[in-house]
Structures are given as structure tokens and as C-alpha cells.
């Protein structure tokens, strides 16, 4: 099993910035690909950005320039700047190795002034 710890997300205005962080422990084989996806109320869950174990990321269009991800060992980042009211969501961090995913328990992310 792998256990996912997320942290990082709050209440910001429009234009700050947030960092979100997931780690993961446990005893499953490695970790493949780290994840972030977000879900705002009445809307279905999205991808925001992957990182695989290659450091080799993909980025959603809607915040592409935005956002960032990164990845330290089993550990995966989301750095989100010039954040907007469309922005926000629940966020949850994935992982995924060779036949299992795990999921976090999601963060809220609240972008308002």
C-alpha cells in the first residue's frame, strides 16, 4: 500500500500563489508516474498536470504558464501562480506504478477576494 499525504491548499486572492505538495510512503514498488487533478463543484474530475519518473511532464492548456509541477524523489509538487477564480477546486494527487493507482485525499484550493 501507499500511503498519500497531501498539503498546501487554502484560501487565496486572485493573482497569489499556492504550493501544493503530496508525499508518498509505503511499501509498494516504485512509483511511475505522480499526479495532480482537481474537481470543482459540478464538474467532472480533470487532469492538471503528470510528472513520471523521467521528470518528463505534460500540463493542462488551462494552466499551462500558470502552474508547475515537480517531483523530488516520491514526492510531487504543484506550484500555482497568477491564480484565478476559475481555479478552484478540490485537488487531489495521484500516483501510479505498474498495475495500481492510489489517490489522495484532496485538497481545497479557494481562489477569492
Known amino acids: 500500500q501507499v500511503q498519500l499525504v497531501e498539503s498546501g491548499g487554502g484560501l487565496v486572492q486572485p493573482g497569489g500563489s499556492l504550493r501544493l505538495s503530496c508525499a508518498a510512503s509505503?511499501?509498494?514498488?516504485?512509483?511511475?508516474?505522480m499526479g495532480w487533478y482537481r474537481q470543482a463543484p459540478g464538474k467532472q474530475r480533470e487532469r492538471v498536470a503528470i510528472i513520471t519518473s523521467d521528470g518528463i511532464t505534460n500540463t493542462a492548456n488551462s494552466v499551462k504558464g500558470r502552474f508547475t509541477i515537480s517531483r523530488e524523489k516520491n514526492t510531487v509538487f504543484l506550484q500555482m501562480n497568477s491564480l484565478k477564480t476559475e481555479d478552484t477546486a478540490v485537488y487531489y494527487c495521484?500516483?501510479?506504478?505498474?498495475?495500481?493507482?492510489?489517490w489522495g485525499q484532496g485538497t481545497q484550493v479557494t481562489v477569492s477576494s
Open positions: 495521484r500516483v501510479e506504478g505498474f498495475g495500481w493507482v492510489n
Open positions: 509505503g511499501s509498494r514498488p516504485s512509483i511511475n508516474v
